[in-house]
Each structure stands twice: as structure tokens, then as C-alpha cells.
């Protein structure tokens, strides 16, 4: 696609419960990143791919958080047991090299999530 | 730990006139200052980046400086328009990694 796409743009649910977050990078960018954007504050890492090397898992706070990509491609964001302190927005973004070329990211427009 | 420190956190400039944005840093192997502009609703856009070895890149009405010995960065943002209005972010990518550390973001509003 011509962007990144990120699915659902928006997601309430009950604490405790399990939530799967959708990113769609953009076609042939091998480099995928999730970070976290919670209210007022910047951009949090979490987890990055590249092709089909060992994810970078450094970011992620819990092991109640977790992210595969298949194919090369798609990416879901598992966070289990949800905690209302998890509320925030979810953003995607993917680069065509995660070498040591400086291109920048593109984000998709993110998914909010609200634990109740 | 790895830390960016942006101020100031929020920014009011009339039409016209120059925004400036700062960040410091505490680590000194980062090798890549990009700055990110994201509009409400929206994931942050690239807007210009800046490597150590360069004092000074400018595009258009966006210059970035960059001041190695003081560990500080600047966005300045000339002749301010209403459609600058948005939130901006500074970012630094440690040596050898991919990800970056971005501040904490500053909410600049220009008024016509």
C-alpha cells in the first residue's frame, strides 16, 4: 500500500482482557518498529524486525506483551491481560533498510487503546 | 540509560516569526538526530535529520543546528505558519542500534 495501516484505529476494552494489534507496512520495507505513545509523553520503543533476523525485544515492558511478523510482512502486537496503565497509542512504522542508512520512518496513524 | 530531554514542552509563536525547539542529550554514541512533526490523529512524519559531523542542516524554512561539544540540538522554524502548528519531536539513534530515543515532544501552536 502507499502507507502504513494500522488496524483497529481505535480499541476500548475491559482490563484483563487480550487485545491484537494489526500493522501493514509499507510493500518491501524490510524494518518494522512498534512504539508507544501514552498521553503527553513521547514515543516509547518496544520491538523491532528486520527481514528475518532475531527481533530486537529490548523495549517491551512485560511479558505480557509480545509481536510476531509473518512473512516478512504483517506485524501483530499481543498484549495479554490487559492493565489500564497499557491505555495508549500504538504506533507502527516501517523503514526499506534497517541497516545504517538514515531513512526515516514511516508511521502509520496508530491504534489507541483505552482499558477500561 | 539512554535519555533526550526536549523543552520547551509547549510553544506559542505569532505568524511570522521563528519557532525554536531544544533538545539535549546525556549518551554520546548516538549517530543520527532526526526531528519528527505529528499532527493530531495522526503517526509522526520525518522532517529533517542531522548527523554528528555536521553543525548546521537547513531545508527549507527548517534548519536543524547541532552543537556536539554542548550535547544539544535545535529546531528552528522560520517565518511560522499556522499550518506549522503541531506537535514535534527530537529523536536520537544509539550507535549500532535501530531504534531511536525520542524526547518528550513539544506542542507548538502558531497564531495568525
Known amino acids: 500500500g502507499a502507507g502504513v495501516s494500522q488496524s483497529p484505529s481505535n480499541k476500548v476494552t475491559e482490563k484483563g482482557k487480550d487485545v491484537e494489534l494489526r500493522c501493514d507496512p509499507i510493500?518491501?520495507?524490510?524494518?518494522l518498529y512498534w512504539y508507544r505513545q501514552s498521553l503527553g509523553q513521547g514515543l516509547e520503543f518496544l520491538i523491532y524486525f528486520q527481514g528475518n533476523s532475531a527481533p530486537d525485544k529490548s523495549g517491551l515492558p512485560s511479558d505480557r506483551f509480545s509481536a510476531e511478523r509473518t512473512g516478512g510482512s504483517v506485524s501483530t502486537l499481543t498484549i495479554q491481560r490487559t492493565q489500564q496503565e497499557d491505555s495508549a497509542v500504538y504506533l507502527c512504522?516501517?523503514?526499506?533498510?534497517?541497516?545504517?542508512?538514515?531513512?526515516?520512518?514511516?508511521f502509520g496513524s496508530g491504534t489507541r487503546l483505552t482499558v477500561v | 540509560q539512554q535519555q533526550v530531554k526536549q523543552s520547551p514542552q509547549s510553544l506559542i509563536v505569532q505568524k511570522g516569526g521563528i519557532s525554536i525547539i531544544n533538545c539535549a542529550y546525556e549518551?554520546?554514541?548516538?549517530?543520527?538526530f532526526p526531528w519528527y512533526q505529528q499532527f493530531p490523529g495522526k503517526g509522526p512524519a520525518l522532517l529533517i535529520a542531522?548527523?554528528?559531523?555536521?553543525s548546521e542542516k537547513k531545508e527549507g524554512r527548517f534548519t536543524i543546528s547541532f552543537n556536539k561539544s554542548a550535547k544539544q540540538f535545535s529546531l528552528h522554524i522560520m517565518d511560522s505558519q499556522p499550518g506549522d502548528s503541531a506537535t514535534y519531536f527530537c529523536a536520537a539513534r544509539p550507535q549500532g542500534a535501530q531504534k531511536l530515543v525520542f524526547g518528550q515532544g513539544t506542542r507548538l501552536t502558531i497564531n495568525p
Open positions: 512504522a516501517s523503514s526499506p533498510d534497517g541497516g545504517r542508512a538514515n531513512y526515516g520512518y514511516t
Open positions: 549518551n554520546t554514541a548516538f549517530d543520527y
Open positions: 542531522i548527523r554528528p559531523d555536521v
Open positions: 510493500s518491501g520495507h524490510t524494518a
